[in-house]
């Protein structure tokens, strides 16, 4: 059983930063776990992942360059470091692991983050920028 908590969230002015930290309680060694963000009324879009270990890193093109995610071993987290943010980050942003490997196929086949291969979710923590 897998339990996420998203933290790091808040408001701050265009091209400002933020770090959001993802605490992992339950087994951490999954295969694929990754960040996806929400506006109200959109899908909900994968934006960054880890997998394999740790081997493997993804970016979508919206954030690529700015943001940085980190898979930390020993401290059962997954930060995802916010660069240069722009109104349009504007969201709500989940952390999300696959306790199986369909995201890692997904991944490795597909280069894609889908999120019906996700199946343990945090609750979701709140970026604003303006």
């Known amino acids: 059983h897998v339990q996420l908590v998203e933290s790091g969230g808040g408001s701050v002015q265009a091209g400002g930063s933020l770090t959001l930290t993802c605490d992992v309680s339950g087994i951490f060694s999954s295969n694929c776990m990754g960040w996806f963000r929400q506006v109200p009324g959109k899908e909900r879009e994968g934006i960054a992942a880890v997998y394999s270990g740790g081997a493997g890193v993804y970016y979508a093109d919206s954030v690529k360059g700015r943001f940085t995610i980190v898979r930390h071993t020993t401290e059962k987290t997954i930060t995802l470091q916010m660069d240069s943010l722009q109104p349009d980050d504007t969201a709500l942003y989940y952390c999300?692991?696959?306790?199986?490997?369909?995201?890692?196929?997904?991944?490795?086949?597909?280069?894609?983050?889908?999120?019906?291969?996700?199946?343990?979710w945090g609750q979701g923590t709140q970026v604003t920028v303006s």
């Open positions: 999300a692991v696959d306790s199986g490997y369909s995201a890692l196929v997904g991944m490795t086949s597909l280069g894609l983050m889908r999120e019906s291969d996700y199946d343990n």
